[in-house]
DNA sequence: CAGAGCCGAAAAGTCAGACTTATATGTCAC
DNA sequence: GTGACATATAAGTCTGACTTTTCGGCTCTG
């Protein structure tokens, strides 16, 4: 999914990341560039370029004569991708995909509303095509193939919708769907009831029934909050 | 409202950001790292510490004997707040306005339903004062006064919430809201309508009234989008 | 002519060391 | 106590040499 190992400095990062996202180093930490470059055996070019992009994330924050001082949580970029999946790996995770499952049923029943009015064709296709394999592995145990098919349905609506903004958290929702799968207890088959309404979302955005489209995506982002109150509670 | 000059890579992030965002070099230029750094009569480590962070926020990807390709606008880190300032301040910053707006226009209802189910006293008190604050300065071209509670106002609703994700949007309302203030002819005073509305959810979310304050501020976030088409169309 | 494999050059990547700069903090005089 | 000043500290910067990956062309072979 990412791209794991682009440099030593990435390899640094792959560590230092979850580490500060796990809340091991607390708000108001200090660190030392020097000390860090040792720790991790790389040269003082590495970890700055490292210092940087975390700089970057609003995780830390390096300042002269003091060091590299870890940042409050309330001042992370939680919306950078690499951050998200830090966040997801860690402790927090049922804290975290219950924060990303509220948002997600902010923006998906907008997305969906606003592709019933612009979805292309191809994408009206793409979408059956998806809520078709989401049916075709609804029963039998076969999570696995319902997962790719339910992130496919996802990601188009969301590119569908026209919106840049929504379009972006496609990687979001594939990570919360991957997620929920994985690693929360999940039951062995899908609700058959969020089935039917995704056949039914790919249904209205075909019509053009922005309104229909909205009310039943708020349906299924109603459904998978409540299922992650009952599961993780 | 950021950090200007923190450090030589930050002046070349503060030209070589907004380029590329700007869409100055087209998805898939090449640039190499060198040359960059003679242009901007840095050190290669300053260089490459700029474009290990341009690296982090998928604007370009760097690349062994290829060099540091941009890469195209949708694999962007829109949501990163210094992504979003550079194209705010960039030629399509209607385009980027807009969808903005529609991404508020998704969260803040749902974030001032949950707040009236959450918000402490003090935070209602805030939004109260907010309130007024916007009252007081609604009338007699006193723009700049009224902004400033209009995002106060705003912040307290998604901070209010309880949700981290809402929460971060914070920064991102107040540059729309600015941005249209400054930028975007305004009327010469806001929408009486938009005040009162704002009054209205102040009240609702005192009163605990999820339902009313959702819908009373879909009602500010249509009107916002429908002034968007009004003065940009 | 096509495909596999080899080779060289180009660009990023890494490192070590010396130097500069800002700044937090302690010290001292008043 | 308060101000100015000195000092130590850690980040910031620059340079040059070296390593590693890998693209693109070349040749060799079938």
């Known amino acids: 999914m ?3 190992g682009r440099g030593l400095h990435g390899r640094v990062l792959d560590t230092l990341g979850p580490a500060i996202t796990a809340g091991e180093y607390p708000p108001g930490s200090v660190l030392r560039t020097d000390e860090l470059a040792q720790h991790f055996e790389v040269s003082r070019s590495v970890m700055r370029e490292a210092v940087r992009v975390l700089e970057s994330m609003h995780l830390v924050e390096s300042r002269r004569r003091v060091g590299v001082t870890v940042r409050p949580k309330c001042e992370w970029n939680v919306y950078d991708p690499q951050v998200i999946r830090w966040r997801l790996a860690g402790a927090d995770r049922p804290h975290q995909l219950r924060s990303l499952t509220v948002l997600r049923s902010a923006i998906e029943p907008v997305a969906a509303g606003l592709a019933a009015k612009q979805a292309t064709a191809e994408q009206c296709a793409e979408l059956t095509e998806c809520a078709l394999g989401m049916v075709a592995h609804s029963r039998g145990h076969r999570l696995e193939g ?16 026209g919106n840049e903004m929504f379009a972006r958290l496609g990687d979001v929702v594939a990570e919360v769907l991957a997620g929920r799968t994985h690693h929360e207890v999940m039951f062995e088959d899908p609700d058959p009831a969020a089935v039917t309404l995704h056949v039914q979302v790919a249904e209205a955005v075909r019509a053009g029934d922005g309104a229909r489209a909205e009310e039943l995506t708020r349906q299924i982002t109603v459904g998978a909050l409540h299922e992650l109150d009952v599961l993780a509670p």
Chains 1, 2 share one sequence.
Do not use: E, K, N
């Not at 992130?151 to 188009?156: D, E, G, L, S, T």
């Open 2 to 4: 990412s791209t794991p």
């Open 146 to 161: 319902y997962l790719v098919h339910d992130i496919a349905f996802h990601r188009v609506i969301l590119a569908a919708s």
